[in-house]
């Protein structure tokens, strides 16, 4: 099994986070989609990370299709970062909001380093949908007791907001006052502490960059 893409993005990092906390064996391959268009074009013609390539040679792309993927793969009884019922459909809802923020946040990336002159009313754009999903997000932090979203086990959900904040703070540092979200803060700082976080872990560096 090979994992294509670099941990500085939340979306490669939250696979690799997953497939370190499963214990399944794989090869990273940290190539970059700017740099390595080339070489990722030869497993994935969208020429997108991440891309998982089981070891049959399929090649799944997007982030949550992948997870599912692995969560089959281990079982029911191994995948301990899967939710099923009320919890389940939480679970998809509180993903989807971090996901979509950490989509804004690279968004927001390419605006101010790829454009001779970032466009005001997108990047305005971009960092309200920021903020404003933080401020969602904190929200369902703050008024859960359990230690992590759902109960006393780490969850996807748990993943993704984790590196979906790592992201942002390392990527958009001078964009927000990052005190603003402090239940955030607090579970991410709580995650990242954590072996699986540590190990699947990159700064943060421009795009072409790489």
């Excluded at 099994?1 to 939340?10: A, E, K, N």
């Excluded at 990092?13 to 080339?38: N, Q």
């Excluded at 992948?66 to 809802?93: F, N, P």
């Excluded at 790829?114 to 997000?137: G, H, N, Y």
């Amino acid at each position: 099994m090979m994992l294509i893409g670099q941990y500085d993005s939340p979306f490669v990092r939250r696979v690799g986070i997953a497939l370190t906390t499963y214990a399944v064996a794989f090869r990273h391959e940290p190539w970059s989609t700017f740099g390595d268009v080339d070489k990722i074009a030869r497993y994935n013609p969208l020429r997108r990370a991440p891309t998982l390539v089981l070891e049959d040679g399929e090649a799944i792309v997007d982030s949550l299709a992948i997870l599912m993927v692995i969560d089959e793969i281990v079982g029911s009884h191994r995948a301990s970062l899967a939710r099923s019922g009320t919890d389940g459909r939480q679970l998809l809802r509180l993903c989807g909001f971090a996901a979509g923020v950490a989509d804004k946040g690279v968004s927001l990336v390419y605006e101010r380093v790829l454009r001779e002159s970032a466009f005001p009313m997108w990047v305005e754009r971009c960092k309200a949908q920021i903020a404003e999903t933080l401020d969602l997000l904190d929200a369902e932090r703050a008024r859960r007791g359990t230690s992590y979203l759902f109960d006393d086990r780490l969850s996807h959900a748990d993943v993704m907001v984790t590196t979906m904040w790592t992201f942002l703070t390392g990527a958009l540092r001078s964009e927000f006052d990052w005190t603003g979200w402090p239940a955030l803060a607090a579970h991410a700082a709580m995650c990242e502490a954590l072996p699986a976080f540590r190990a699947v872990n990159q700064p943060f560096s421009a795009p072409g960059g790489n």
